[in-house]
């Protein structure tokens, strides 16, 4: 069973748009995490989108510089589910999108680095057409 499963993604027009789940069901989840997206386009380098820091109750957020305003990070510990509300979506938001778990672990600036994590889904497809 994959620790994290990822859905939501589909196909929309610029502008529109999507939330993505991210269900943490394959390892034991804690409430104190570093959970973050991903996302990766053909030819394009895997880059960090978005990280949520629940280790103390602040629930800190990260952004990168491409998505702020536009996307929000969430998380439902109730659930253990982790979600990505995407809005105004652009073309270049097209990529293939993933969940990551660091558990027991605080964000900080690492959140965008791939090592950080431990736990990675197995991604969910976006597509944003003009």
């Known amino acids: 069973q994959a620790p994290l499963v990822e859905s939501g993604g589909g196909s929309v027009q610029a502008g529109g748009s999507l939330r993505l789940s991210c269900a943490a069901s394959?390892?034991?989840?804690?409430?104190?995490?570093?959970m973050g997206w991903f996302r990766q386009a053909p030819g394009k380098e895997r880059e960090g989108v978005a990280a949520i820091d629940t280790y103390s109750d602040l629930r800190w957020t990260y952004y990168a510089d491409s998505v702020k305003g536009r996307f929000t990070i969430s998380q439902d510990n109730g659930k253990n589910t982790v979600y990505l509300q995407m809005n105004s979506l652009k073309p270049e938001d097209t990529a293939m999108y993933y969940c990551?778990?660091?558990?027991?672990?605080?964000?900080?600036?690492?959140?965008?680095?791939?090592?950080?994590?431990?736990?990675w889904g197995q991604g969910t497809q976006v597509t944003v057409s003009s």
């Open positions: 990551a778990a660091a558990p027991g672990a605080r964000c900080g600036d690492r959140w965008v680095r791939s090592g950080t994590y431990n736990y």
């Open positions: 394959g390892y034991t989840y804690t409430i104190r995490n570093c």
